[in-house]
């Protein structure tokens, strides 16, 4: 008998500004048994962030440490810092048939999907460039030379959207999780995760 298929891996990103945040938190309050890929990262907590919730907060040495061992799905350097994404939580989620959402930077999504060409790769962009500052600037979170460097970085960094599967204008993120929420859907729905269900069928007992 077929197998039942492995969890669904969710890969949201997009420029740093466009909201992949606000959309993630809104996707996991509406899918609770979803898996979570919480990232290492060397750059300091913000007010308010969790070690463990918002990221594993960890030195530069532990970082590398674990990059030498390939314990890291993907990883990057991003405005002077490491990000990187814990491999053994996706894969044992994804194996047991949980879904997984990551959360990450352009870069490191073109990682992932070198390694995981069935992932739904979804890019979310701001309905403008001049929203797009408008937002880096309201979240008063970083300095002046850092919010620079995320403004200019992402008008080059939109032209990557024809790696994804899916574009969605981030204008009210309650909508753009929403139309996640909608493609999530489809995808659940494609012969490669169903077609089990045609084998339980035609092998049904009656
Ligand atoms: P922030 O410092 O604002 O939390 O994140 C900076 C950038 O790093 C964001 O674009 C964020 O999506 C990205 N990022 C977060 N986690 C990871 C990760 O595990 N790997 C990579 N490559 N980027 C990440």
Not at 7 to 16: A, F, H, K, N
Not at 51 to 70: A, H, N, P, Q, W
Not at 96 to 113: F, P, Y
Request: aromatic residues 10%.
């Amino acid at each position: 008998m077929a197998k039942k298929p492995e969890g669904l891996l969710i890969v949201v990103s997009g420029p740093s500004g466009a909201g992949k945040g606000t959309i993630c938190e809104i996707l996991r309050e509406k899918l609770p048994e979803m898996g979570y890929s919480v990232s290492v990262t060397t750059r300091a907590p913000r007010s308010g962030e969790k070690d463990g919730s918002s990221y594993f907060f960890k030195s530069t040495y532990e970082v590398k440490g674990m990059i030498r061992r390939d314990e890291l799905l993907e990883y990057a350097e991003v405005y002077g810092n490491y990000y990187g994404t814990p491999k053994k939580y996706v894969l044992d989620q994804l194996r047991e048939g949980r879904d997984v959402l990551i959360e990450i930077d352009i870069q490191g999504a073109l990682q992932i999907k070198k390694r995981f060409p069935e992932g739904v790769f979804i890019f979310i962009v701001p309905p403008s460039l001049k929203e797009l500052s408008a937002r880096i600037y309201k979240r008063r979170t970083d300095s002046e030379e850092v919010i620079r460097k995320r403004l200019s970085s992402a008008a080059a960094e939109l032209e990557y959207a024809a790696e994804y599967d899916y574009i969605i204008v981030n204008d009210v993120a309650e909508k753009a999780a929403g139309k996640v929420l909608t493609v999530l859907d489809a995808e659940r729905y494609r012969v490669a995760r169903t077609y089990f269900i045609i084998d339980e069928i035609c092998h049904e007992k009656g």
